[in-house]
């Protein structure tokens, strides 16, 4: 059957129609969705829902962007010039080497936004929906009109919805009307000429659900949704500035400044000594071009891309570039517990009632083991009453469900319910039996502000329970599951084995609370309240009308074990100079033992030099004054119960301090606090779209190990952007001088601007660029973080460039005189002069490999990129040096085998210096 379905949402008004009239026009059903050959169908017909591949600005311009540097101005301007003089050839030579670097530039520019979007496809949104009747979870792409979609907080509205059913949602519509207060929806039919922002009945693709949940049908999806239609006028152009290309960009302009007003001093300084104005000019450019490092920005670029990558690989996804810089300066990360440090797979081990503990035996989600009593006598849910009621409770009120797939037992959905499914299996209960005896009625769903959950259930259980709990038989029953002292605040009284009343014992459920919870186990406390018939108004059921006097009928104790590499992450974390501190919404006592097990206690925070962090709760930090909160903050290594505002406060305390601050977040809530950090990092697994969405990075398997490999792989690309600097300013630098020099001397140019450029272009690609690809250094994670005010080049890499650069300068000067003496050509002189330079520079680079450590110790071969790299520039010298074009097109001639034996001489004694330098200063270090 075909539909006249239509996928626009701009041909119909969907938001002045009722939601059963979109329902007939979009075919579908309100409750049982679409069927799977109608989505079949639809999707051949629509396509996926996605927005097509933005295509940003058009080529030309982009291609033309690549001219727009100050640097790139002056050798057009140069080259415009020259060709004035009547000098074609050599301005051929510029105009051919703007343009290859245009091309380079725009090709790597290209190839790091086509990197950046591939990420963006590793974290897929997904979407829920029902189709066939049943709720499921699908890729978000795979919608198509009529579909059934689900919404919870924190989800990303997938597609254009007409929503048709509701509970206090609110959406977040910046990301359409730039509003960013979120606006809360309801169902009534509206006008049709409406504008967007008012369509209160409809949810657009894109933007963020921030509380409530509801239900919509598709009515528009991928490029016909609100936000297709804004793509398609915008063209979203990703931008790849970061801290550093922006400081590299304002360096560029000041270099240029520099380098002119050398450049014409030069010339006026010539002029005054009454030399040939022409080839004075010619010197003139021929420094401006020299000085110029042309592939700078480029291998910036490169090496940023590069570390992405390599990130991805390890399992965190850059959603932000300038990112990729902060994480080698992170001083301190925030980490959530459950899911991040642990595993997040419950297991509850033991249950309490006021007749003692139960310990329940079998592992994971299988519901196979059974629980005993201290004795060790295998016990049921019927041999006592809090028991029973305290397994029903945690089956009951709980949103999870539990199913065998190829024989292995999962959880769908929050796995502390899971657990609690779980245990109630193992004593009899399963989810049909509990549902069948409880049918729910109205929930207060789980938050972490709340703490506790709440289900309001019709009561068939009068002949499980005995008559003596007041209000039994009960036409109704308030179940309330969470954290202990928010449910022992609900209770006024607890349930004994009998199912008779007592008074609560508050100090005794603590104390027991507290014992279960010291051995690192999650703890929850169940609680139920029955209602006599007509007591109370199932349609009222809310926070605020949550009957007083609840019943505790026992704890239920859950094991989640800490990650296998979290405490070797930590670990490593802490000799990296990196603090980690657990942020969590469990209990104190919880997490103290969890961090315990960890390491997390025993590293010294930051500020203090004390041996163990604090433990610090939510009401402790709300305590302290303004004065007070920084210090402690700094000095904390664990966080309980803290709300996800206070999340906030910390990241700002800790900022105030100085520190770059990695933060972990999953929640609606968690998003200020992941904008706030240096690192905002989200979870790939378990987190929410909002939080993905206000992340810097996401962790595609939600571990805490990965921070830390992020953090190296941060380093890495930090080291390579430092090596590249110190590898390729010295060339700049010693052209400019060599130049100068011989303008100062009134002698002949020892290299020509063609051969200038020939150098620069050549080494930065086949020599240069070839660090971007090196493995990061052995002790990378030793030492302590970068500051990010520090600039990229310390005193002693400034001094050994300045080194390299008058090596460079002596060298190819000497020998350049050298040659002319002994009979040789200019051009022949040149030659040689020129490729002192380059094969300085090869060797050079061997030695950049490692900022710190010797050539030998790092291994010549240890990077093949670098040795591929050095063949090709060797052929490239080759081909300078002895084909006849290339002689005319550069002014080269070609050497004899004693030439190039001085070059290598020259090379190997000033590899020697750089050696010396480099191991004097580690000696000076080391000292
Ligand atoms: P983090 O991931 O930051 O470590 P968390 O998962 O420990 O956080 P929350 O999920 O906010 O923290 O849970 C806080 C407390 O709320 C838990 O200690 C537990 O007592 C209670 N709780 C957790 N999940 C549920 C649930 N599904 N229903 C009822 N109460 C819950």
Redesign the pocket.
């Given at each position: 059957m075909t539909t006249s379905v239509s996928a626009s949402s701009s041909a119909t008004a969907h938001h002045s129609l009722a939601g059963h009239e979109v329902v007939l026009l979009l075919e579908t059903d309100p409750h049982d969705g679409l069927t799977s050959q109608q989505v079949t169908e639809r999707l051949t017909r629509f396509g996926p829902n996605a927005l097509p591949a933005s295509k940003g600005a058009g080529l030309l311009l982009r291609i033309l962007r690549q001219f727009h540097n100050p640097l790139i101005y002056v050798l057009l301007a140069a080259g415009a010039i020259t060709a004035g003089l009547g000098e074609y050839v050599d301005s051929a030579v510029i105009f051919g080497v703007v343009v290859i670097n245009a091309i380079v530039g725009f090709i790597q520019e290209s190839k790091a936004e086509a990197a950046l979007e591939g990420l963006r496809s590793m974290v897929r949104t997904r979407a829920r929906v029902v189709r066939d009747g049943h709720e499921q979870t699908v890729p978000s792409d795979g919608l198509v009109p009529g579909d059934l979609v689900l919404l919870d907080a924190g989800d990303k509205v997938p597609a254009d919805l007409r929503l048709i059913r509701l509970a206090e949602l609110r959406v977040n519509e910046s990301a359409l009307t730039g509003e960013s207060v979120p606006v809360a929806k309801d169902e009534v039919v509206l006008p049709e000429p409406i504008p967007v922002a008012d369509r209160r009945n409809m949810a657009y693709s894109g933007t963020l659900v921030t509380t409530g949940s509801g239900a919509g049908i598709v009515i528009a999806s991928g490029a016909e949704t609100e936000l297709g239609e804004i793509h398609r006028l915008v063209g979203a152009a990703e931008t790849l500035a970061t801290p550093l290309t922006q400081k590299l960009a304002g360096f560029s302009k000041i270099l240029t400044i520099a380098i002119l007003a050398l450049a014409a001093a030069t010339f006026g300084v010539g002029l005054l000594r009454d030399q040939d104005p022409v080839e004075t000019f010619t010197a003139a450019i021929a420094l401006a071009v020299g000085a110029i490092p042309e592939g700078l920005p480029a291998a910036v670029t490169i090496t940023l891309a590069i570390g992405v990558a390599r990130m991805a690989r390890r399992r965190a996804v850059i959603r932000r570039l300038p990112a990729v810089e902060t994480l080698g300066s992170t001083t301190v990360i925030c980490s959530?517990?459950?899911?991040?440090l642990t595993e997040n797979q419950m297991t509850v081990r033991t249950v309490w009632t006021s007749a003692g503990p139960y310990e329940v035996t079998g592992s994971g989600y299988s519901p196979e083991g059974t629980l005993h009593d201290n004795t060790g006598t295998p016990v049921s849910a019927g041999t006592e009453q809090a028991l029973l009621w305290s397994l029903l409770v945690g089956a009951a009120c709980n949103d999870a469900a539990l199913t065998e797939q190829d024989t292995r037992w999962m959880i769908v959905g929050?796995p502390?319910?899971g657990a609690m499914l779980v245990v109630a299996a193992k004593a009899g209960l399963n989810s049909d039996r509990v549902t069948g005896l409880l049918p729910r009625l109205a929930t207060i769903p789980?938050s972490?502000e709340r703490?506790?959950?709440a289900t309001l259930h019709r009561d068939t259980t009068a002949d499980t329970a005995p008559d003596n709990i007041a209000g039994h038989p009960a036409a109704h029953v308030v179940l309330v599951?969470?954290?202990?002292e928010r449910v022992l605040d609900l209770c006024s009284a607890q349930m004994s084995a009998d199912g008779t009343l007592r008074p609560l014992d508050r100090i005794a459920v603590l104390r027991a609370a507290d014992d279960l919870a010291g051995q690192g186990l999650?703890?929850?406390a169940t609680a139920m309240r029955p209602l006599k018939p007509g007591a109370f108004d199932p349609d009222g059921f809310g926070e605020d009308t949550l009957p007083a006097g609840m019943v505790l009928t026992g704890l239920q104790a859950m094991l989640d074990p800490p990650r296998a590499a979290a405490t070797s992450a930590v670990s490593a974390c802490r000799t990296a100079g990196i603090a980690v501190k657990m942020?969590?919404?469990?209990?104190a006592a919880t997490a103290t033992a969890i961090a315990g097990r960890i390491g997390l206690l025993d590293q010294p925070q930051h500020g203090n030099g004390c041996d163990r962090g604090m433990v610090l709760t939510g009401t402790d930090l709300a305590a302290l004054t303004a004065e007070e909160f920084p210090e402690a903050v700094d000095r904390a290594a664990v966080f309980a119960r803290v709300s996800p505002e206070q999340k906030l406060r910390l990241v700002e305390a800790l900022q105030a301090r100085g520190h770059v601050v990695a933060m972990t977040g999953?929640g609606v809530n968690d998003a200020p606090a992941l904008r706030q950090a240096g690192i905002g990092v989200a979870m790939g697994e378990s987190g929410t779209e909002v939080a993905k969405d206000a992340a810097d990075m996401v962790l595609t398997d939600d571990d805490f190990a990965t921070i830390e490999a992020a953090v190296e792989e941060g380093r890495g690309v930090f080291d390579n952007l430092t090596k590249f600097i110190t590898w390729t300013l010295p060339t700049n630098i010693g052209e400019g001088l060599v130049i100068l020099a011989a303008i100062m001397a009134g002698a002949a140019l020892p290299i020509l601007p063609t051969q200038i450029l020939w150098i620069n272009m050549t080494t930065a690609v086949a020599l240069g660029l070839m660090l971007a690809f090196e493995p990061k250094e052995a002790g990378i994670m030793t030492r302590r973080p970068r500051d990010p005010d520090q600039p990229l080049l310390t005193r002693a890499l400034m001094l050994r460039i300045m080194l390299v650069s008058g090596l460079l300068v002596a060298g190819s000067w000497w020998l350049f005189e050298w040659e002319l003496a002994h009979g040789a050509s200019l051009a022949e002189a040149r030659t040689a002069a020129m490729n002192v330079f380059v094969v300085v520079e090869a060797f050079y680079l061997f030695s950049c490999r490692s900022l710190t450590r010797s050539a030998w110790r790092i291994g010549i071969f240890s990077n093949r990129w670098v040795i591929a790299g050095v063949t090709v520039q060797a052929i490239g010298q080759l081909a300078i040096t002895y084909l006849p074009a290339m002689n005319t097109v550069f002014g080269t001639a070609p050497i004899g085998w004693g030439a190039w034996l001085r070059i290598l001489a020259i090379a190997v004694a000033a590899s020697l210096v750089v050696a010396a330098d480099k191991w004097w200063r580690s000696t000076l270090d080391q000292t």
């Open positions: 959530d517990k459950t899911g991040t929050d502390t319910e789980f972490s703490r506790y959950m599951k969470g954290a202990v999650r703890v929850l942020i969590t919404g469990d209990h999953d």
